[in-house]
């Protein structure tokens, strides 16, 4: 029986192209689903635990490295997937059903959303599938306004601020970095180098209140979000192919469904602590 080496596996998958060392877009989407779910447990359980008083101060301070390193992975999630957006609006055979698509999963996903981090809904924030609909309707006003400046900057301008004004996760930045992965499409380099560029500097001015100093926000987001760097890096080495034709919508799915799951998980810690 001839034994297949493990890196032919891996390519015979489609997923990762070691000849080339590219990546498939299935590949990131899978990639963002699980550093996004690796994020989560940490945003939603360790950082809930670290409150209980009845935890020792040791366990706490073993929570807070752990969830840190979680956090860490989990930066790597976002830019991916405002990177497969833009192939979506690229690529998609009907931009209505897209977006409507998006909508309907952003409200479905609102409860879920505030069950794991509030324990009852709450619209001052909104999850993260509200600001991927605004940064598409934003494509959408780019894409309207063809080589127009002037309406390039009015209508990015106004997608930050509607989202900045729900308060969705990641909010005007995260609109800001769909509109910049989609300006600069055409060229991997300056897409990846400028798209890094802007979303670490948006960083920096979200958090400059917290700190004394633009060098010191500078500092801070640099040794807690380098791992954004390796998002950037597999946009770059994307291939844009796709082979999981099925099972779109469990995609979708998932994202309401993992958040829902580690609010009951959450819960019951709680009970047993």
């Known amino acids: 029986m001839t034994v297949i080496p493990a890196q032919n596996k891996i390519a015979d998958t489609n997923l990762w192209d070691v000849k080339t060392g590219t990546f498939s877009a299935d590949m990131l989407k899978l990639t963002a689903m699980i ?12 950082e809930y635990l670290v409150w209980i008083d009845t935890l020792s101060q040791q366990t706490k301070l073993l929570l807070i490295e ?36 998006l909508l309907f999963f952003a409200f479905l996903s609102e409860f879920p959303f505030d069950f794991m981090l509030y ?42 601020a509607i989202a900045a004004f729900f308060n969705t996760d990641y909010a005007w930045m995260g609109v800001l970095l769909i509109a910049s992965l989609y300006l600069f499409r055409k060229n991997k380099h300056l897409q990846c180098a400028i798209s890094l560029a ?38 770059y080495r994307c291939n844009g192919k796709r082979y999981l034709k099925k099972g779109k919508y469990l995609f979708y799915l998932f994202y309401p469904a993992h958040l ?11 009970l047993c602590i």
């Open 35 to 46: 550093t996004m779910l690796i994020d989560h447990i940490g945003a939603g359980i360790l």
């Open 66 to 101: 752990i969830d840190q390193i979680l956090r860490l992975i989990g930066r790597i999630s976002f830019p991916l997937y405002c990177y497969l957006l833009v192939q979506g609006f690229l690529y998609t055979k009907s931009r209505l059903k897209y977006a409507g698509s």
């Open 119 to 160: 324990s009852t809904l709450d619209f001052s924030s909104l999850n993260v599938l509200f600001t991927l609909f605004i940064g598409l309707l934003t494509l959408c006003g780019i894409e309207r306004a063809k080589s127009n400046i002037f309406l390039n900057i009015l209508i990015i301008t106004a997608g930050m």
């Open 198 to 235: 802007l979303f670490f500097f948006a960083l920096i001015i979200r958090n400059i209140g917290l700190y004394e100093s633009f060098g010191q926000a500078a500092l801070s987001q640099l040794s807690s979000k380098y791992t954004l760097i390796l998002s950037f890096w597999m946009i």
């Open 260 to 270: 829902l799951l580690l609010g009951i998980i959450l819960r019951l810690i709680l």
